[in-house]
């Protein structure tokens, strides 16, 4: 079990989070460039120091800025793979991958010997003798695996570790990854910036925005009921803040948004909650709707994207802010002949609208 | 009326020619003098004068001073350079010009200190001279004082070597659970490596082209501390065919040198912009 509780002021930039992570499962740290993800991976390996502060695995501290501890990155279990892998150019691949190995005390021969069943076992090992320039991009991630979990870690880092990838590398090398780390017995931290990525990878999520953690939960609470601008962006729903105006003794609940009132037909109890509604159940009309739809918005179009694969949907962004999006087909976009700067109605039923604290 | 435009071809091709023509003037300064010395000595003199004792020994001292010299600035001058490159204390500035002062220093100026310091009635050379070491005069103060005048060169190349190697490096290799002294063996001193040599090869011409200080310090004693650069000035006046060879064979071995330097990929002073292009 690892926990954090981390506070750190950089530049203009403050980080406040408390994260947990269990053995044998993956944490993904989730979030926008600058979010502070990669400032909390190098708080946890001690790279950084936190202002405020407890760090805890396995029942070791490693970090409590109240009595004053702080172990070095030498003296937590850890094994780290940077973003750009960070391989020792001057090393050969079975070097590199025995370094922590020699570093600990073990003689040349011995850290060898065990450095090459490591790269066997990432079938790696004809690499050996290569020199991180001579190898691609999938190997040089493999290597910087194979290097970090040399020393059978406690808790592994990974910052994006996909990033440095091109896409068709990036397909096969990620469900590779998915498989090792499931089958790792250590805790595993994993930053990301891509949504894919961490609904892949993360048995629990952790968005983080503006060095906060926003949500934490596990795929399907993050599908289903977003709790930032962020993620409901990521997968792709339209997320408004609610405060709630009236219930009415049939079960409908009126709410007050950005956008204006919103009834919904099965609301959490609270006063503050989210509204989340799935773009594809919006129907656009240039006329005010008639029939069943109780929530109708106006807006502008403000953008127009076809959705791959085929174009066959369109996503259609309506103005003004917050953005509000719609997913029709592209027939029906034609039909009512949308362009960029048309006003249209916006209607959706109140049973297509989940309200949750 | 206009006057004529700087985009005027009769002006822009005057401007060429002057460019051009300066440039000339001056590659035709520095090549001449060297061609000369080459026009003076042909080879069959110089293989016979090499074998000339006042040749001979003024090479071989040459060599084994110079080499010392080089041997030493890498002892003292590693640690040095190294807490430049990573610690900030106070005093640091202070220590930096002090580090840079044998470069502007007249070489004389640096023998005569020398000499104020380890001479016989010197400060410490009293002291050590109870001991039974003497330093001028000797074989040790030629080295002595080609150190002085050489080292800074190499701690500011080995400084500018070991400030590039990536945070990132280092930072991989504590993760790795490497202590400091093994991340310095195995991570950056060898990454710094080219850096540390060009800075040993700068240092080595630099000590062996030496005259100022170790004449003040040293003096001009045949076999003990008339190095090359002494010997060429002392045959100038006996024997210019002595003077010439020793001459021609400095310019050799400085040319040899920096053309195995640029082989290496490293410019005579690349080591010296070496932080700026960290990463």
């Not at chain 2, 310019?251 to 990463?279: E, K, N, T, Y």
């Amino acid at each position: 079990m690892l926990r954090a509780e981390l506070t750190k002021q950089l530049g203009g930039f403050s980080l406040d989070c408390t994260i947990e992570a269990e053995p044998g499962r993956t944490l993904v740290l989730v979030g926008e460039s600058g979010s502070g993800k990669t400032t909390v991976l190098r708080l946890l390996a001690g790279l950084l120091q936190p202002d405020a502060g407890h760090i805890a695995s396995g029942g070791q501290v490693w970090c409590d800025t109240r009595t004053g501890k702080l172990s070095p990155p030498e003296d937590r279990p850890i094994g780290y793979v940077p973003q750009d892998y960070a391989l020792f150019p001057h090393l050969s691949v079975l070097e590199n991958v025995a370094f922590g190995l020699r570093a600990t005390g073990a003689h040349r021969r011995e850290a060898h010997a065990q450095a090459r069943d490591v790269i066997r076992r990432f079938g790696i090992e004809a690499l050996a003798g290569r020199t991180p320039a001579q190898l691609s991009g999938g190997q040089q991630q493999r290597v910087a695996l194979a290097r970090a979990l040399a020393l059978e870690p406690e808790v592994l880092l990974l910052d994006e570790p996909l990033a440095a990838l091109d896409a068709e590398t990036r397909n096969t090398v990620r469900g590779e990854l998915r498989r090792l780390l499931a089958s790792l017995p250590c805790v595993t931290v994993f930053v990301t910036h891509a949504p894919l990525e961490a609904l892949v990878f993360g048995d629990r999520i952790a968005v983080l925005e503006h060095g906060r953690v926003a949500q934490v939960g596990d795929q399907m609470t993050l599908l289903r009921q977003p709790r930032s601008r962020y993620v409901a962006t990521l997968v792709g729903l339209n997320l408004l803040p609610g405060r709630v105006r009236a219930r009415d003794p049939g079960g409908a609940v009126t709410l007050e948004t950005p956008r204006g009132l919103i009834t919904v037909m099965d609301a959490a109890p609270g006063d503050q909650l989210f509204v989340a509604v799935s773009p594809e159940q919006v129907f656009l009309s240039l006329e005010p709707p008639e029939g069943s739809a109780r929530n109708v918005f106006v807006g502008a179009v403000e953008e127009l994207v076809p959705e791959p694969p085929f174009g066959d949907r369109i996503r259609v962004v309506l103005g003004p802010d917050p953005p509000f999006f719609v997913e029709i087909t592209a027939a029906a976009a034609r039909q009512l002949q949308l362009a960029v700067g048309r006003r249209v109605y916006a209607a959706f039923k109140a049973t297509s609208v989940a309200a949750y604290a | 009326m206009t006057r004529p435009s700087w985009r005027h071809p009769a002006r822009e091709a005057l401007c060429r020619l002057i460019v051009l023509g300066l440039a000339a003037v001056l590659a035709a300064l520095l090549a001449l003098p060297l061609l000369s010395l080459l026009v003076r000595v042909p080879i069959a003199t110089l293989l016979a004068e090499v074998g000339e004792p006042p040749v001979r020994e003024a090479l071989w001292l040459s060599l084994r001073t110079s080499l010392a010299a080089t041997a030493l600035a890498a002892l003292l001058g590693l640690p040095m350079a190294h807490l430049l490159a990573t610690r900030r204390f106070p005093g640091k500035a202070a220590l930096e010009v002090l580090l840079d002062l044998p470069l502007v220093l007249p070489p004389t100026v640096a023998g005569f200190a020398l000499l104020m310091a380890f001479g016989r009635a010197g400060l410490v050379g009293r002291a050590l001279s109870v001991m039974g070491i003497s330093l001028p005069f000797t074989t040790a103060g030629a080295v002595l004082a080609q150190l002085f005048m050489s080292v800074p060169l190499f701690i500011v190349a080995a400084r500018a070597g070991l400030t590039a190697v990536s945070s990132r490096y280092l930072d991989a290799a504590a993760t790795l659970r490497a202590s400091r002294a093994y991340t310095f063996w195995r991570v950056r001193l060898p990454l710094a490596l080219p850096n540390i040599v060009a800075g040993l090869g700068l240092c080595w011409a630099r000590a062996l082209g030496e005259f100022g200080a170790t004449i003040t310090f040293a003096g001009n004693l045949a076999g003990r501390t008339r190095t090359m650069p002494l010997a060429v000035y002392l045959e100038l006046q006996q024997n210019l065919g002595a003077a010439a060879t020793l001459s021609l064979l400095l310019v050799i071995m400085a040319s040899v040198l920096l053309v195995a330097m640029r082989q290496a990929g490293l410019g005579l002073f690349a080591p010296l912009h070496a932080a700026r292009r960290a990463d």
